[in-house]
Nanobody, 113 residues
Framework: VQLQASGGGLVQAGGSLRLSCANSGRIIGLKAMRWYRQAPGKEREWVAIMTDGGKNYADSVKGRFTISRDSAKKTMYLQMNTLEPEDTAVYYC?????????WGQGTQVTVSS
């Protein structure tokens, strides 16, 4: 299984981006799908999570970001609206199973003020 993240780029504050994370294989024992981000000089932080029980978001992105998935396309998404310069980071997708955890390679999001 490999995760391929895409959709990052440069956007002005207030703009939107949609990140995608395509899964090349078959996921068995899925527990959760998450997005993380890592800003320069900072630790990686959790942004959004989706499980069978629902979705949840970090306080810093709540109301602006939406996590979703298209099972038929084996792809998860992160819709990011009303972007702020503080959202600038490398974004990583993550799939957690009962057996292991998969990470995507990261996609850069830069928000200019």
């Amino acid at each position: 299984v490999q995760l391929q993240a895409s959709g990052g780029g440069l956007v002005q504050a207030g703009g939107s981006l949609r990140l995608s994370c395509a899964n090349s294989g078959r996921i068995i024992g899925l527990k959760a799908m998450r997005w993380y981000r890592q800003a320069p000089g900072k630790e990686r932080e959790w942004v959004a999570i989706m499980t069978d029980g629902g979705k949840n978001y970090a306080d810093s992105v709540k109301g602006r970001f939406t996590i979703s998935r298209d099972s038929a396309k084996k792809t998860m998404y992160l819709q990011m609206n009303t972007l702020e310069p503080e959202d600038t980071a490398v974004y990583y997708c993550n799939i957690d199973t009962v057996y292991t955890t998969y990470w995507g390679q990261g996609t850069q999001v830069t928000v200019s003020s």
